[in-house]
């Protein structure tokens, strides 16, 4: 490097690892504001590699740029590669608030754009290409799995599994794990929960990522009613997240819905499951509250919110229970999510059913 300093040097300098470092001198990811400004404190580029970010920052996705590489896939290149990283991010943001099903049209075109590149990459941008293509595999499974729709998520959750493992990237490979396991949770297969998650976690992948899997573990053990190797487990998670919060660039940008908030309410869902309703009820509010404004109102906070509304309904809450319900209802209507409100509707049923 220009300084004299090896990735090894630089890595504990800039709060980040030689692995993360070496992502962003190969063009494989891109720094955040934050990184950069230690950059260029820990080089002495007195701001110019925070002007070279805000001037690519700056240049928007060339939507002729991306309908071109379609017809011509073998003309893809660095440009195009992270304006398709960049509207992987905002779909991701976007489905937080319209729902899976809205985002479903538009997301099978990407992935057969994707599936076309993979085909036709060659040479040393291949790598690049099936890394970005991974990560939008992984984002379709995650749709699909969203949408009810679990044999094409699994099916695309094996593709970013296949095109993660050929990219080299542990934290995709880790999450596709993970995610795979959460499709065993949706049908309550405990022994899979806890061996997929396991899998995930012995990846050499960022602690956050890391998290997520153990907690599932967590999850997948409550099935089965061990206790002690749940709180292990969550305590685990918890370290992890703790550590990733020490090197936050290292981290991959799907998971950034991960938090100390987050990471509450999988408590709370654990204690649901152990039967310890205080317990839930006691995280399950307290991690609900803690999410930012934008994630509030995301469909994937309603199951967190039926759970809530359960374990108030059996401790004898009722009224806070409807107004979940309702709420949960609203939420489903306005994500378009049919799921959240069968649930929430048959909810409201069972309490009026008791009364």
């Given amino acids: 490097m220009s300084a004299g300093l090896s990735l090894r040097q630089l890595a504990p300098l800039v709060l980040s690892s030689r692995g993360h470092l070496h992502d962003l001198e190969t063009g494989r990811r891109q720094p955040t504001v934050d990184l950069v400004g230690r950059l260029d404190n820990a080089l002495g580029a007195n701001g110019l590699l925070a002007g070279m970010r805000h001037h690519q920052a700056a240049a928007p996705a060339d939507p002729e740029r991306l309908a071109y590489v379609a017809r011509h896939p073998r003309r893809v290149d660095h440009v195009t590669l992270r304006a398709l990283a960049e509207s992987l991010a905002a779909h991701r943001r976007l489905e937080d608030t319209l729902g899976a099903t809205s985002l479903l049209p538009t997301v099978r075109a990407q992935l057969d754009m994707m599936a076309s590149l993979v085909a036709e990459a060659t040479g040393v941008l291949r790598p690049q290409v099936v ?36 990219a080299g990237n542990p934290d995709m490979i880790a999450t596709v794990l993970s995610m795979r396991g959460h499709l ?18 012995r990846q050499p992948a960022s602690p956050g990522v ?15 009613g061990e206790a002690s190797a749940v709180t292990g487990l969550l305590d685990r998670a918890a370290d992890l997240h703790e550590a990733a919060g020490q090197a936050p660039d290292r981290e991959p940008p799907w998971i950034y819905f991960h938090s100390p908030a987050y990471l509450t309410m999988q408590r709370g869902l654990a204690y649901r499951l152990l039967g310890r309703d205080a317990d ?29 509304a ?45 009364t």
Avoid: K, M, N
């Fill in 210 to 224: 890391r998290a997520l899997a153990v907690q599932q573990q967590a999850r997948g053990h409550a099935l089965t």
């Fill in 280 to 308: 839930a009820i006691a995280h399950l509010r307290r991690g609900l509250a803690g999410l930012p404004a934008e994630a509030a109102g995301a469909a994937w906070t309603g199951p967190y919110l039926l759970r809530l």
């Fill in 184 to 201: 065993a949770w949706s049908e309550r297969r405990a022994d899979a929960v806890i061996d997929l998650s396991a899998a995930a976690a």
């Fill in 131 to 166: 890394d970005v293509a991974a990560q939008w595999a992984q984002f379709g499974g995650w749709l699909y799995a969203a949408s009810d729709r679990r044999r094409l998520a699994g099916r695309w959750y094996r593709t970013a599994l296949e095109w993660g493992t050929e």
């Fill in 310 to 354: 359960a374990a108030l309904a059996d401790t004898g809450d009722t009224i806070e229970a409807v107004d979940l319900y309702e709420r949960v209802r609203c939420l489903g209507r306005a994500t378009r999510t049919t799921t959240l409100v069968d649930q929430a509707e048959a909810g409201v049923r069972t309490l009026s059913a008791g």
